[in-house]
């Protein structure tokens, strides 16, 4: 009683139907985004400084340093200079603006908001792309939508991106990490790294156990440490089990390494080594 006597004397404000400005929005936009400014700015000013030609110039040289150090040192550019350039194209070309958003609609990921009549559109709030065949995308949800809301649409969503496999996890409230497996990251067999003959050559804290999606050795240190393995049904978790101890083979006859193994499975995943330990 109290609401509606409330109500009809005009003591309760009315939600507005109407939305923030364009203006603002926009302002919003280049605050989040202030490259999208910042570099025309600077462009003009040089410009208008010292000349077209002195800035196509540096333009011009600063392009060519990068396409050498490609060609010439591909190691330190994957790990320093490419994951910078993936995640701005990436972010610019597929998780923004009206693909981002078709993506979305398509997959019923959008939310309508009933006051105003907008769509809402969940928002990428960083983009990660450490390799080429992995991003990770940081998503702000629509308000309404929870963690199950992703997951349940995880395969549409690898359908839209054209991606291999998409995984979501929580990373705080109202935000989600998308990792994007854009391709399978080996697309062949591993050789199995070579044993030393000589058990003094191993070394504990880097086992040598396969290759990176870079092509650099991947190494497991088990001195001191414990190590925690997680994945799927068929991800490859036992290659964890066995890698290392084919790496430290040579060790255990000769007595410097002694294995203890605990199978709750009775045997379905070690049986095979119980003459190693």
Known sequence: MYSTMNNARGGSARHTRRATGGEFRALAWLCRHPGFLLVPTLLAVGVWGWGLLPVAAVVGAVVLVVVVWARLHPPTFDRWAAPWLRRYWRRWTVYRGRRWAGVLVDCDLVRDNRRTGQLMVPRVLRVRSRTRSIDTLYVRMARGQDLHTWTEKADALAAALF?????????????????????????????????????????????????????????????????????FTGSGKGSLIWSPLRAIGPMIPAGLVRITMIDLKGGAETERGRPLA
């Open 163 to 231: 991606a291999h496999r998409v995984a979501i996890t929580k990373v705080r409230p109202a935000v989600l990490a998308v990792v994007v497996e854009r391709e399978m990251p080996f697309g062949h067999v591993v050789p199995a790294p070579d044993i030393p003959a000589d058990p003094r050559e191993i070394d504990l804290t880097a086992l040598d156990v396969g290759d990176d999606e870079h092509g650099n050795p991947f190494t497991v240190g088990v001195r001191g440490k414990h190590v925690f393995v997680a994945g």
